[in-house]
């Protein structure tokens, strides 16, 4: 695919972000328990896998599916979107709106450009078949 988008660049920075963020927090966790500072090691080592597996899955997402035109990256993409407002809610729900409010608008935007009509024209075509 030679012209992509600008709704499907900002798809793919947006989960490459939201990815990068994931592992770099699975990353702190895994440093701080090898530290001794968690207070449950085995929970705290499984969190840490968890979320460097899924900032990894989002990076894999956002560089192998929506940058190059893969339709696979459209739907865990989407996915990633949808479980974030969820988190971003109980955020702000724990008196903590300066870290849910972004989150809002990140999932939002993410959601907008992977669901735009024009990311939907390049990842699946006009609908019209050649033969």
């Not at 499984?46 to 989002?58: D, H, N, W």
């Not at 893969?70 to 865990?76: K, V």
């Amino acid at each position: 695919m030679s012209k992509r988008p600008l709704s499907l660049l900002v798809a793919a920075v947006v989960v490459a972000l939201e990815g990068l963020v994931t592992f770099g927090l699975g990353g702190f966790v895994a440093v701080e328990t090898a530290r001794g500072l968690a207070g449950d090691t085995t929970s705290a080592i499984a969190e840490a896998a968890f979320g460097m597996l899924i900032g990894a899955g989002l990076l894999w997402v956002a560089w192998g599916g929506l940058l190059r035109g893969e339709r696979w990256g459209r739907t865990p993409g989407v996915l990633a979107q949808i479980f974030l407002l969820p988190v971003a809610i109980t955020l702000i729900d724990s008196s903590r709106p300066d870290l849910g409010i972004p989150l809002v608008v990140v999932a939002v935007i993410g959601l907008a450009a992977l669901l735009a009509p024009p990311t939907t024209k390049a990842l699946y075509g006009d609908g019209q078949e050649t033969r």
